[in-house]
Protein backbone atom coordinates (compact mmCIF):
# COMPACT_ATOMS: atom_id res chain seq x y z
CA UNK A 1 0.00 0.00 0.00
CA UNK A 2 1.29 3.42 -0.79
CA UNK A 3 -0.87 5.24 1.72
CA UNK A 4 -0.50 5.08 5.21
CA UNK A 5 -2.74 2.39 6.12
CA UNK A 6 -3.19 3.42 9.94
CA UNK A 7 -4.41 6.79 8.83
CA UNK A 8 -7.51 5.39 6.67
CA UNK A 9 -10.83 4.13 7.78
CA UNK A 10 -12.36 1.83 5.59
CA UNK A 11 -16.21 2.49 6.75
CA UNK A 12 -15.56 6.52 7.20
CA UNK A 13 -14.43 6.58 3.68
CA UNK A 14 -17.38 4.49 2.06
CA UNK A 15 -19.01 6.60 4.17
CA UNK A 16 -18.26 9.70 2.48
CA UNK A 17 -18.17 8.52 -0.94
CA UNK A 18 -21.56 6.61 0.32
CA UNK A 19 -23.23 8.25 -2.97
CA UNK A 20 -20.52 7.71 -5.60
CA UNK A 21 -20.65 4.18 -4.66
CA UNK A 22 -24.24 3.47 -5.11
CA UNK A 23 -24.49 5.27 -8.42
CA UNK A 24 -21.42 2.98 -9.33
CA UNK A 25 -24.12 0.02 -8.65
CA UNK A 26 -26.59 1.77 -10.02
CA UNK A 27 -25.00 2.52 -13.60
CA UNK A 28 -24.19 -0.86 -14.04
CA UNK A 29 -27.08 -2.71 -12.82
CA UNK A 30 -29.32 -0.09 -13.53
CA UNK A 31 -31.23 0.49 -10.41
CA UNK A 32 -32.16 3.41 -8.37
CA UNK A 33 -30.01 4.73 -6.28
CA UNK A 34 -32.57 4.93 -3.04
CA UNK A 35 -33.05 0.96 -3.42
CA UNK A 36 -29.15 0.73 -2.40
CA UNK A 37 -28.44 0.06 1.13
CA UNK A 38 -24.82 0.92 1.99
CA UNK A 39 -23.53 -1.86 4.71
CA UNK A 40 -22.14 -0.60 7.35
CA UNK A 41 -20.84 -3.73 9.40
CA UNK A 42 -17.09 -3.71 10.72
CA UNK A 43 -16.58 -6.13 7.92
CA UNK A 44 -18.44 -4.42 5.38
CA UNK A 45 -15.54 -2.34 4.07
CA UNK A 46 -12.12 -2.93 4.11
CA UNK A 47 -8.67 -2.20 1.91
CA UNK A 48 -8.48 -4.75 -0.05
CA UNK A 49 -5.56 -7.68 0.28
CA UNK A 50 -5.69 -8.53 -3.28
CA UNK A 51 -5.85 -5.32 -4.63
CA UNK A 52 -3.42 -2.85 -3.69
CA UNK A 53 -4.71 0.81 -2.48
CA UNK A 54 -8.29 -0.49 -2.93
CA UNK A 55 -11.76 0.28 -0.71
CA UNK A 56 -13.83 -2.66 -1.25
CA UNK A 57 -17.65 -2.16 0.25
CA UNK A 58 -20.86 -4.00 0.34
CA UNK A 59 -23.80 -2.66 -0.88
CA UNK A 60 -27.29 -4.03 -0.61
CA UNK A 61 -29.76 -3.99 -3.60
CA UNK A 62 -33.79 -3.60 -1.02
CA UNK A 63 -35.62 -4.90 -4.54
CA UNK A 64 -32.85 -7.29 -5.87
CA UNK A 65 -31.98 -8.78 -2.80
CA UNK A 66 -28.21 -8.80 -4.84
CA UNK A 67 -25.40 -8.47 -2.06
CA UNK A 68 -22.69 -6.07 -4.46
CA UNK A 69 -19.31 -5.71 -4.04
CA UNK A 70 -17.71 -2.06 -4.79
CA UNK A 71 -14.08 -1.37 -5.44
CA UNK A 72 -12.26 1.56 -5.91
CA UNK A 73 -8.99 3.19 -5.69
CA UNK A 74 -8.37 5.35 -3.23
CA UNK A 75 -5.98 8.29 -3.53
CA UNK A 76 -2.40 9.09 -2.24
CA UNK A 77 -4.37 11.39 0.20
CA UNK A 78 -6.15 8.90 1.42
CA UNK A 79 -9.26 10.70 1.22
CA UNK A 80 -10.81 10.10 -2.54
CA UNK A 81 -12.09 7.44 -4.49
CA UNK A 82 -11.87 7.10 -7.71
CA UNK A 83 -12.34 4.20 -10.58
CA UNK A 84 -15.44 2.64 -8.83
CA UNK A 85 -16.27 -0.54 -10.45
CA UNK A 86 -18.88 -3.05 -8.95
CA UNK A 87 -19.92 -7.05 -9.43
CA UNK A 88 -22.18 -9.55 -7.42
CA UNK A 89 -21.00 -11.43 -4.94
CA UNK A 90 -24.18 -12.65 -4.33
CA UNK B 1 -38.16 -24.84 -26.04
CA UNK B 2 -38.30 -28.03 -24.57
CA UNK B 3 -35.93 -30.93 -24.20
CA UNK B 4 -37.01 -34.15 -23.79
CA UNK B 5 -35.96 -36.35 -21.63
CA UNK B 6 -36.09 -40.00 -22.53
CA UNK B 7 -37.13 -42.21 -19.71
CA UNK B 8 -34.39 -44.52 -18.64
CA UNK B 9 -32.83 -46.79 -15.81
CA UNK B 10 -32.01 -44.87 -12.79
CA UNK B 11 -27.93 -45.43 -11.59
CA UNK B 12 -27.61 -47.30 -8.98
CA UNK B 13 -24.02 -48.28 -8.31
CA UNK B 14 -23.44 -52.06 -8.58
CA UNK B 15 -25.63 -53.28 -5.02
CA UNK B 16 -29.20 -52.17 -6.50
CA UNK B 17 -30.17 -53.11 -10.27
CA UNK B 18 -32.72 -50.89 -11.67
CA UNK B 19 -36.28 -51.66 -10.85
CA UNK B 20 -38.35 -51.75 -14.43
CA UNK B 21 -41.42 -51.31 -12.36
CA UNK B 22 -39.71 -48.16 -10.92
CA UNK B 23 -38.86 -46.51 -14.55
CA UNK B 24 -38.25 -42.68 -14.44
CA UNK B 25 -41.00 -40.26 -14.97
CA UNK B 26 -40.80 -38.56 -18.52
CA UNK B 27 -39.45 -34.80 -17.30
CA UNK B 28 -39.49 -32.43 -19.59
CA UNK B 29 -37.75 -28.89 -18.51
CA UNK B 30 -39.08 -25.83 -19.84
CA UNK B 31 -35.95 -23.33 -20.25
CA UNK B 32 -36.42 -19.52 -20.22
CA UNK B 33 -38.46 -18.58 -23.25
CA UNK B 34 -41.75 -19.50 -23.11
CA UNK B 35 -44.68 -17.38 -22.71
CA UNK B 36 -47.07 -16.99 -20.14
CA UNK B 37 -50.60 -18.76 -22.21
CA UNK B 38 -50.96 -21.89 -21.15
CA UNK B 39 -52.11 -24.39 -23.43
CA UNK B 40 -55.28 -24.75 -20.88
CA UNK B 41 -56.24 -21.03 -21.77
CA UNK B 42 -55.35 -21.32 -25.00
CA UNK B 43 -57.69 -23.72 -25.76
CA UNK B 44 -60.38 -21.92 -24.31
CA UNK B 45 -59.81 -19.15 -26.38
CA UNK B 46 -60.46 -21.31 -29.41
CA UNK B 47 -63.23 -23.07 -27.98
CA UNK B 48 -64.77 -19.78 -27.93
CA UNK B 49 -64.12 -18.51 -31.31
CA UNK B 50 -64.87 -21.39 -32.90
CA UNK B 51 -68.21 -21.81 -30.53
CA UNK B 52 -69.26 -18.72 -31.60
CA UNK B 53 -68.53 -19.66 -35.47
CA UNK B 54 -70.38 -22.41 -35.87
CA UNK B 55 -73.68 -20.73 -34.16
CA UNK B 56 -73.72 -18.29 -36.54
CA UNK B 57 -73.22 -20.74 -39.45
CA UNK B 58 -75.50 -22.35 -38.48
CA UNK B 59 -78.26 -18.90 -37.97
CA UNK B 60 -76.74 -18.45 -41.85
CA UNK B 61 -77.68 -21.52 -43.27
CA UNK B 62 -81.24 -22.19 -41.46
CA UNK B 63 -81.53 -18.57 -43.34
CA UNK B 64 -80.45 -18.97 -46.49
CA UNK B 65 -82.47 -22.23 -45.86
CA UNK B 66 -85.73 -20.43 -45.04
CA UNK B 67 -85.63 -18.17 -48.01
CA UNK B 68 -84.57 -21.19 -50.74
CA UNK B 69 -87.86 -22.95 -48.86
CA UNK B 70 -89.93 -19.63 -48.84
CA UNK B 71 -89.30 -18.62 -52.57
CA UNK B 72 -90.26 -22.09 -53.47
CA UNK B 73 -93.05 -22.34 -51.21
CA UNK B 74 -94.86 -19.49 -52.99
CA UNK B 75 -93.57 -20.31 -56.57
CA UNK B 76 -95.71 -23.97 -55.60
CA UNK B 77 -98.90 -22.05 -54.22
CA UNK B 78 -98.73 -19.72 -56.84
CA UNK B 79 -98.49 -22.92 -59.56
CA UNK B 80 -101.40 -24.70 -57.30
CA UNK B 81 -103.50 -21.60 -57.62
CA UNK B 82 -103.50 -22.17 -61.65
CA UNK B 83 -103.72 -18.20 -62.36
CA UNK B 84 -102.57 -16.40 -65.29
CA UNK B 85 -99.69 -14.52 -64.93
CA UNK B 86 -100.45 -11.28 -65.19
CA UNK B 87 -102.73 -11.52 -62.01
CA UNK B 88 -99.84 -13.00 -60.19
CA UNK B 89 -97.52 -10.48 -61.01
CA UNK B 90 -100.28 -8.14 -60.45
CA UNK B 91 -100.85 -9.75 -56.70
CA UNK B 92 -96.72 -10.39 -56.47
CA UNK B 93 -96.65 -6.38 -56.91
CA UNK B 94 -99.78 -5.26 -54.03
CA UNK B 95 -98.27 -7.99 -51.78
CA UNK B 96 -94.63 -7.28 -52.12
CA UNK B 97 -93.90 -10.90 -50.96
CA UNK B 98 -90.63 -11.48 -52.53
CA UNK B 99 -89.58 -8.24 -51.35
CA UNK B 100 -90.60 -8.73 -47.86
CA UNK B 101 -88.90 -11.97 -47.52
CA UNK B 102 -85.59 -10.41 -49.00
CA UNK B 103 -86.02 -7.93 -47.02
CA UNK B 104 -86.41 -9.94 -43.84
CA UNK B 105 -83.24 -12.23 -45.39
CA UNK B 106 -81.00 -9.15 -45.53
CA UNK B 107 -82.29 -7.76 -42.25
CA UNK B 108 -80.97 -11.32 -40.66
CA UNK B 109 -77.72 -10.95 -42.59
CA UNK B 110 -77.21 -7.53 -41.42
CA UNK B 111 -77.84 -8.68 -37.72
CA UNK B 112 -75.92 -11.42 -38.17
CA UNK B 113 -72.59 -9.14 -39.42
CA UNK B 114 -73.43 -6.93 -36.37
CA UNK B 115 -73.11 -10.28 -34.31
CA UNK B 116 -69.87 -11.70 -35.52
CA UNK B 117 -69.01 -8.08 -34.82
CA UNK B 118 -69.75 -7.80 -31.42
CA UNK B 119 -68.17 -11.07 -30.95
CA UNK B 120 -64.70 -10.59 -32.63
CA UNK B 121 -64.38 -7.39 -30.33
CA UNK B 122 -65.28 -9.30 -27.53
CA UNK B 123 -62.83 -12.06 -28.24
CA UNK B 124 -60.13 -9.59 -29.02
CA UNK B 125 -60.89 -8.03 -25.13
CA UNK B 126 -60.64 -11.48 -23.83
CA UNK B 127 -57.70 -12.09 -25.84
CA UNK B 128 -56.04 -9.00 -24.99
CA UNK B 129 -55.35 -10.25 -21.14
CA UNK B 130 -53.00 -12.97 -22.19
CA UNK B 131 -51.25 -11.12 -24.47
CA UNK B 132 -50.82 -8.24 -22.34
CA UNK B 133 -49.66 -10.56 -20.14
CA UNK B 134 -47.45 -12.38 -22.48
CA UNK B 135 -46.10 -8.98 -23.41
CA UNK B 136 -45.39 -8.24 -19.52
CA UNK B 137 -43.94 -11.10 -19.37
CA UNK B 138 -41.33 -11.34 -22.59
CA UNK B 139 -40.54 -8.21 -21.39
CA UNK B 140 -39.93 -9.23 -17.54
CA UNK B 141 -37.78 -12.53 -19.04
CA UNK B 142 -36.17 -9.80 -21.65
CA UNK B 143 -34.84 -7.37 -18.22
CA UNK B 144 -34.13 -10.41 -16.14
CA UNK B 145 -31.76 -12.07 -19.27
CA UNK B 146 -30.09 -8.45 -19.44
CA UNK B 147 -29.49 -8.35 -15.67
CA UNK B 148 -27.60 -12.00 -15.95
CA UNK B 149 -25.29 -10.99 -18.68
CA UNK B 150 -25.00 -7.76 -16.91
CA UNK B 151 -24.05 -9.34 -13.76
CA UNK B 152 -21.99 -12.19 -15.90
CA UNK B 153 -19.61 -8.98 -17.17
CA UNK B 154 -17.02 -9.10 -13.94
CA UNK B 155 -15.51 -5.91 -14.06
CA UNK B 156 -13.56 -7.10 -10.71
CA UNK B 157 -10.60 -9.88 -10.59
CA UNK B 158 -11.82 -13.13 -9.40
CA UNK B 159 -9.56 -12.93 -6.47
CA UNK B 160 -10.84 -9.54 -4.75
CA UNK B 161 -14.36 -11.22 -5.25
CA UNK B 162 -13.00 -14.26 -3.39
CA UNK B 163 -11.46 -12.11 -0.88
CA UNK B 164 -15.51 -10.40 -0.99
CA UNK B 165 -16.89 -13.77 -0.09
CA UNK B 166 -14.83 -14.46 2.53
CA UNK B 167 -15.97 -10.84 4.00
CA UNK B 168 -19.09 -11.53 3.26
CA UNK B 169 -18.98 -14.78 4.99
CA UNK B 170 -17.38 -13.07 8.14
CA UNK B 171 -20.15 -10.30 7.95
CA UNK B 172 -22.80 -13.11 8.06
CA UNK B 173 -21.05 -14.93 11.12
CA UNK B 174 -21.24 -11.61 12.76
CA UNK B 175 -24.64 -10.79 12.57
CA UNK B 176 -25.50 -14.32 13.64
CA UNK B 177 -26.97 -15.31 9.96
CA UNK B 178 -24.56 -18.22 10.01
CA UNK B 179 -25.76 -21.74 11.56
CA UNK B 180 -22.73 -23.02 11.36
CA UNK B 181 -19.43 -21.41 12.43
CA UNK B 182 -16.54 -21.96 9.76
CA UNK B 183 -14.51 -23.95 12.42
CA UNK B 184 -17.44 -26.09 12.39
CA UNK B 185 -17.61 -25.94 8.37
CA UNK B 186 -13.80 -26.39 7.77
CA UNK B 187 -13.52 -29.66 10.23
CA UNK B 188 -17.48 -31.00 9.27
CA UNK B 189 -16.87 -30.75 5.80
CA UNK B 190 -13.29 -29.55 4.11
CA UNK B 191 -11.13 -32.99 3.70
CA UNK B 192 -8.13 -30.86 3.79
CA UNK B 193 -7.26 -27.50 4.92
CA UNK B 194 -8.71 -24.66 2.79
CA UNK B 195 -10.11 -27.75 0.29
CA UNK B 196 -13.84 -27.45 -0.18
CA UNK B 197 -14.07 -30.56 -2.55
CA UNK B 198 -15.39 -33.51 -0.32
CA UNK B 199 -13.71 -36.43 -0.23
CA UNK B 200 -16.15 -39.08 -0.43
CA UNK B 201 -16.18 -43.12 -1.03
CA UNK B 202 -19.32 -44.65 -1.71
CA UNK B 203 -19.78 -47.95 0.43
CA UNK B 204 -22.58 -50.44 -0.20
CA UNK B 205 -25.40 -49.11 -0.71
CA UNK B 206 -26.74 -47.94 -4.29
CA UNK B 207 -26.30 -44.79 -4.04
CA UNK B 208 -23.81 -43.33 -6.26
CA UNK B 209 -26.43 -40.84 -7.44
CA UNK B 210 -26.90 -39.37 -4.42
CA UNK B 211 -23.18 -39.13 -3.52
CA UNK B 212 -22.10 -37.61 -6.84
CA UNK B 213 -24.54 -34.96 -6.21
CA UNK B 214 -23.14 -34.01 -3.21
CA UNK B 215 -19.32 -34.05 -4.61
CA UNK B 216 -20.33 -32.28 -7.53
CA UNK B 217 -22.21 -30.03 -5.12
CA UNK B 218 -19.17 -29.31 -3.25
CA UNK B 219 -17.38 -28.01 -6.16
CA UNK B 220 -19.46 -25.20 -5.77
CA UNK B 221 -18.28 -22.03 -4.95
CA UNK B 222 -21.51 -21.57 -2.89
CA UNK B 223 -21.25 -24.55 -1.10
CA UNK B 224 -19.47 -23.29 2.11
CA UNK B 225 -22.31 -20.89 1.89
CA UNK B 226 -25.05 -22.84 1.21
CA UNK B 227 -24.07 -25.22 4.26
CA UNK B 228 -23.21 -23.03 6.25
CA UNK B 229 -26.88 -20.78 5.87
CA UNK B 230 -28.85 -24.04 6.13
CA UNK B 231 -26.88 -26.61 8.12
CA UNK B 232 -26.49 -26.60 11.85
CA UNK B 233 -24.65 -29.49 14.44
CA UNK B 234 -25.98 -29.44 17.49
CA UNK B 235 -23.77 -30.37 21.18
CA UNK B 236 -25.62 -33.44 20.98
CA UNK B 237 -23.74 -34.54 17.92
CA UNK B 238 -27.13 -34.46 15.84
CA UNK B 239 -27.74 -32.00 12.63
CA UNK B 240 -30.26 -29.61 11.63
CA UNK B 241 -30.58 -28.98 7.63
CA UNK B 242 -33.07 -26.70 6.23
CA UNK B 243 -33.96 -27.92 2.26
CA UNK B 244 -34.39 -26.61 0.23
CA UNK B 245 -31.45 -24.72 1.18
CA UNK B 246 -31.71 -21.16 1.97
CA UNK B 247 -34.93 -20.67 1.86
CA UNK B 248 -36.45 -19.45 4.81
CA UNK B 249 -39.75 -21.51 4.64
CA UNK B 250 -37.72 -24.77 4.36
CA UNK B 251 -38.09 -27.91 5.97
CA UNK B 252 -36.01 -28.75 8.61
CA UNK B 253 -34.52 -32.39 8.75
CA UNK B 254 -33.06 -33.93 11.58
CA UNK B 255 -30.33 -36.25 11.45
CA UNK B 256 -29.37 -37.97 14.90
CA UNK B 257 -25.95 -39.54 14.61
CA UNK B 258 -27.86 -42.90 15.19
CA UNK B 259 -28.99 -42.04 11.46
CA UNK B 260 -24.90 -41.78 10.43
CA UNK B 261 -24.18 -45.03 11.76
CA UNK B 262 -24.18 -48.18 9.82
CA UNK B 263 -27.85 -49.80 9.41
CA UNK B 264 -28.99 -53.32 9.61
CA UNK B 265 -29.89 -54.97 6.32
CA UNK B 266 -33.59 -55.94 6.65
CA UNK B 267 -33.08 -57.90 2.98
CA UNK B 268 -30.31 -59.57 4.22
CA UNK B 269 -29.65 -63.22 2.48
CA UNK B 270 -32.72 -62.38 0.80
CA UNK B 271 -33.37 -62.20 -2.96
CA UNK B 272 -34.93 -59.71 -4.99
CA UNK B 273 -36.99 -59.65 -7.69
CA UNK B 274 -35.40 -59.79 -10.87
CA UNK B 275 -31.73 -59.73 -9.04
CA UNK B 276 -30.59 -62.73 -10.12
CA UNK B 277 -30.08 -66.08 -8.26
CA UNK B 278 -27.62 -64.70 -5.65
CA UNK B 279 -29.25 -63.50 -2.24
CA UNK B 280 -28.42 -60.15 -0.68
CA UNK B 281 -25.07 -60.33 1.01
CA UNK B 282 -24.95 -57.34 2.91
CA UNK B 283 -25.29 -57.84 6.34
CA UNK B 284 -25.09 -54.32 6.92
CA UNK B 285 -25.88 -50.96 4.92
CA UNK B 286 -23.28 -48.07 5.88
CA UNK B 287 -23.41 -44.71 5.31
CA UNK B 288 -20.74 -43.08 2.20
CA UNK B 289 -17.11 -42.50 4.11
CA UNK B 290 -16.30 -39.07 4.12
CA UNK B 291 -16.14 -36.10 6.26
CA UNK B 292 -19.41 -36.12 9.21
CA UNK B 293 -21.07 -33.16 7.48
CA UNK B 294 -20.98 -34.77 4.17
CA UNK B 295 -22.46 -37.84 5.69
CA UNK B 296 -24.97 -35.95 6.94
CA UNK B 297 -26.23 -34.56 3.40
CA UNK B 298 -26.26 -38.17 2.38
CA UNK B 299 -28.50 -39.13 5.56
CA UNK B 300 -30.80 -36.09 4.79
CA UNK B 301 -30.97 -36.52 1.19
CA UNK B 302 -32.36 -40.18 1.73
CA UNK B 303 -34.58 -38.82 4.19
CA UNK B 304 -35.96 -36.19 2.40
CA UNK B 305 -36.76 -38.69 -0.33
CA UNK B 306 -37.88 -41.61 1.43
CA UNK B 307 -39.03 -40.09 4.57
CA UNK B 308 -36.38 -41.82 6.91
CA UNK B 309 -32.87 -42.51 6.62
CA UNK B 310 -33.72 -45.47 4.60
CA UNK B 311 -30.50 -46.97 3.19
CA UNK B 312 -32.21 -49.93 1.54
CA UNK B 313 -34.82 -47.50 -0.09
CA UNK B 314 -31.95 -45.29 -1.47
CA UNK B 315 -29.99 -48.68 -2.69
CA UNK B 316 -32.99 -48.72 -6.03
CA UNK B 317 -31.49 -45.60 -7.62
CA UNK B 318 -31.37 -42.37 -8.65
CA UNK B 319 -30.48 -39.60 -9.92
CA UNK B 320 -27.98 -36.62 -9.24
CA UNK B 321 -30.10 -33.72 -10.53
CA UNK B 322 -33.09 -35.56 -8.59
CA UNK B 323 -30.87 -35.56 -5.70
CA UNK B 324 -29.85 -31.47 -6.48
CA UNK B 325 -33.39 -30.76 -7.28
CA UNK B 326 -34.66 -31.97 -3.82
CA UNK B 327 -32.09 -30.44 -1.63
CA UNK B 328 -31.83 -26.90 -3.59
CA UNK B 329 -35.31 -26.35 -4.09
CA UNK B 330 -36.25 -23.53 -6.61
CA UNK B 331 -32.44 -22.18 -6.36
CA UNK B 332 -31.47 -25.10 -8.30
CA UNK B 333 -33.31 -25.32 -12.33
CA UNK B 334 -33.20 -29.08 -14.08
CA UNK B 335 -30.51 -29.51 -17.09
CA UNK B 336 -30.22 -32.91 -18.25
CA UNK B 337 -30.63 -34.91 -21.29
CA UNK B 338 -30.57 -38.51 -21.86
CA UNK B 339 -29.44 -41.02 -24.75
CA UNK B 340 -31.58 -43.66 -23.36
CA UNK B 341 -34.03 -45.44 -26.21
CA UNK B 342 -36.36 -48.10 -25.83
CA UNK B 343 -35.96 -50.32 -28.99
CA UNK B 344 -38.70 -52.33 -30.81
CA UNK B 345 -38.15 -55.18 -28.19
CA UNK B 346 -39.51 -52.97 -25.58
CA UNK B 347 -36.30 -52.92 -23.61
CA UNK B 348 -33.68 -49.59 -22.81
CA UNK B 349 -30.66 -49.11 -25.01
CA UNK B 350 -28.00 -46.67 -24.03
CA UNK B 351 -25.84 -45.81 -27.23
CA UNK B 352 -24.24 -43.05 -25.31
CA UNK B 353 -24.09 -39.47 -25.81
CA UNK B 354 -22.63 -39.12 -28.82
CA UNK B 355 -25.73 -40.50 -30.07
CA UNK B 356 -28.21 -37.69 -29.94
CA UNK B 357 -29.56 -36.18 -32.49
CA UNK B 358 -28.65 -32.24 -33.82
CA UNK B 359 -31.33 -30.92 -31.22
CA UNK B 360 -29.98 -32.69 -27.76
CA UNK B 361 -26.66 -32.72 -29.04
CA UNK B 362 -26.87 -29.18 -29.34
CA UNK B 363 -28.08 -28.83 -25.80
CA UNK B 364 -25.16 -31.05 -24.29
CA UNK B 365 -22.93 -28.86 -25.99
CA UNK B 366 -23.75 -25.92 -24.52
CA UNK B 367 -23.44 -27.19 -21.17
CA UNK B 368 -20.26 -28.48 -21.44
CA UNK B 369 -18.83 -25.56 -23.60
CA UNK B 370 -20.15 -22.83 -20.98
CA UNK B 371 -19.59 -24.88 -17.83
CA UNK B 372 -19.71 -22.20 -14.77
CA UNK B 373 -18.74 -23.84 -11.53
CA UNK B 374 -20.72 -20.60 -10.54
CA UNK B 375 -23.54 -22.13 -11.70
CA UNK B 376 -23.77 -24.83 -12.89
CA UNK B 377 -23.22 -28.69 -10.79
CA UNK B 378 -23.37 -31.94 -12.84
CA UNK B 379 -23.64 -35.63 -12.55
CA UNK B 380 -23.22 -38.21 -15.64
CA UNK B 381 -24.92 -41.92 -15.82
CA UNK B 382 -22.75 -44.42 -17.40
CA UNK B 383 -24.52 -46.96 -19.80
CA UNK B 384 -26.51 -50.10 -18.38
CA UNK B 385 -26.23 -53.41 -19.35
CA UNK B 386 -22.66 -53.13 -20.63
CA UNK B 387 -19.45 -54.73 -19.64
CA UNK B 388 -20.31 -58.57 -18.81
CA UNK B 389 -20.88 -59.68 -15.22
CA UNK B 390 -17.98 -57.50 -13.80
CA UNK B 391 -20.06 -54.64 -14.97
CA UNK B 392 -16.80 -52.41 -16.74
CA UNK B 393 -16.56 -51.17 -19.87
CA UNK B 394 -13.49 -49.16 -21.36
CA UNK B 395 -13.44 -45.78 -22.09
CA UNK B 396 -12.59 -45.40 -26.04
CA UNK B 397 -9.04 -44.35 -26.84
CA UNK B 398 -8.09 -44.91 -23.21
CA UNK B 399 -6.88 -46.84 -20.55
CA UNK B 400 -9.91 -46.08 -18.19
CA UNK B 401 -12.72 -48.09 -17.03
CA UNK B 402 -16.08 -47.06 -16.38
CA UNK B 403 -18.66 -49.08 -14.21
CA UNK B 404 -21.94 -49.50 -15.60
CA UNK B 405 -25.19 -48.25 -14.67
CA UNK B 406 -23.69 -45.70 -12.46
CA UNK B 407 -23.50 -42.28 -11.70
CA UNK B 408 -20.21 -40.21 -12.00
CA UNK B 409 -19.86 -36.19 -10.68
CA UNK B 410 -18.35 -33.95 -12.81
CA UNK B 411 -15.86 -32.13 -10.81
CA UNK B 412 -14.83 -29.43 -13.53
CA UNK B 413 -14.57 -29.02 -17.66
CA UNK B 414 -12.12 -27.07 -19.18
CA UNK B 415 -13.49 -25.48 -22.38
CA UNK B 416 -10.45 -24.78 -24.00
CA UNK B 417 -8.98 -28.34 -23.68
CA UNK B 418 -11.96 -29.87 -24.11
CA UNK B 419 -11.77 -31.75 -21.42
CA UNK B 420 -14.43 -33.15 -18.33
CA UNK B 421 -13.12 -34.46 -15.01
CA UNK B 422 -15.29 -36.71 -13.32
CA UNK B 423 -15.23 -38.33 -10.00
CA UNK B 424 -16.29 -41.98 -9.12
CA UNK B 425 -18.26 -41.92 -6.12
CA UNK B 426 -15.96 -44.97 -5.10
CA UNK B 427 -13.36 -42.75 -4.22
CA UNK B 428 -13.87 -39.32 -5.83
CA UNK B 429 -10.27 -38.26 -4.62
CA UNK B 430 -8.72 -40.07 -8.20
CA UNK B 431 -10.99 -37.64 -10.68
CA UNK B 432 -10.84 -38.84 -14.42
CA UNK B 433 -10.00 -36.80 -17.23
CA UNK B 434 -11.92 -37.61 -20.22
CA UNK B 435 -12.52 -35.75 -23.81
CA UNK B 436 -16.05 -34.12 -24.61
CA UNK B 437 -16.02 -37.03 -27.52
CA UNK B 438 -14.88 -39.59 -24.86
CA UNK B 439 -17.31 -38.31 -22.15
CA UNK B 440 -19.88 -38.61 -24.94
CA UNK B 441 -19.52 -41.72 -25.74
CA UNK B 442 -18.91 -43.28 -22.76
CA UNK B 443 -21.69 -41.91 -20.63
CA UNK B 444 -25.00 -42.12 -21.52
CA UNK B 445 -26.77 -39.43 -19.47
CA UNK B 446 -25.99 -35.94 -18.02
CA UNK B 447 -27.92 -34.79 -15.25
CA UNK B 448 -26.86 -31.31 -14.33
CA UNK B 449 -28.33 -28.22 -12.55
CA UNK B 450 -27.92 -24.61 -12.81
CA UNK B 451 -28.03 -22.52 -10.25
CA UNK B 452 -30.59 -19.54 -10.23
CA UNK B 453 -27.98 -17.30 -9.47
CA UNK B 454 -30.79 -14.74 -9.50
CA UNK B 455 -33.05 -16.94 -6.73
CA UNK B 456 -30.45 -18.10 -5.09
CA UNK B 457 -28.40 -14.63 -4.49
CA UNK B 458 -31.67 -12.91 -3.79
CA UNK B 459 -32.01 -15.24 -0.99
CA UNK B 460 -29.19 -14.62 0.26
CA UNK B 461 -29.52 -11.28 0.14
CA UNK B 462 -32.51 -11.06 1.74
CA UNK B 463 -31.12 -12.59 4.77
CA UNK B 464 -28.34 -10.17 4.66
CA UNK B 465 -31.41 -7.09 4.05
CA UNK B 466 -32.91 -8.12 6.99
CA UNK B 467 -30.43 -6.64 9.23
CA UNK B 468 -29.10 -4.19 7.24
Keep these: MTQDNKKIDPRELARSFELQIKQAVAKKFSTSVDDLTLLRDEDAAYLSQEEPDSLCCFVVGQKSGFLYLVIGKIGKDGKSLSDLKSDVVS | ?468
Excluded at chain 2, 127 to 149: C, F, H, S, T, V
Excluded at chain 2, 268 to 287: H, I, Q, S, T, Y
Design chain 2, 1 to 468: MKFERPQQLKTEGQNGPPDENERRRSGEDELPGGGNTTPENQGEEVRLADFASQKIRIAESEVARFSGNGEELIRRIEQEANLPIGDIVNVRGRVRVLERLNDLINEANGLFDRLKGEISKLLAKENQAPIERMRNDEGRRYQEMKDYLRRQQKEIPGPVIEEARRRRNQLLEARGLFSMSKSDFDSYFASKDFEVHADLKQQNVGDCYIVAAIHAMSSSPHFEMICRSSMERLPDGSWKVRVPFMSEDGEIITITPEELLPQKNKQFLRRRKGEGVLPDLRMKLAPVKGKEGLRVLEAAAIKRKFGSVDRLAADRGGFGDDVLLSLGGDNFIQYNVSSAVLNQEDKWEYPGLSSLDGRNMAYLDHYLENFDPEVHIATASTKHGVGGPAGFYKVEGAAKLLAAGHAYSISSVDKEKRTVKIANPWNTSRPIELTFDQFKKSFSGLEAIRIDSYRLFRNMGRIVEKTA
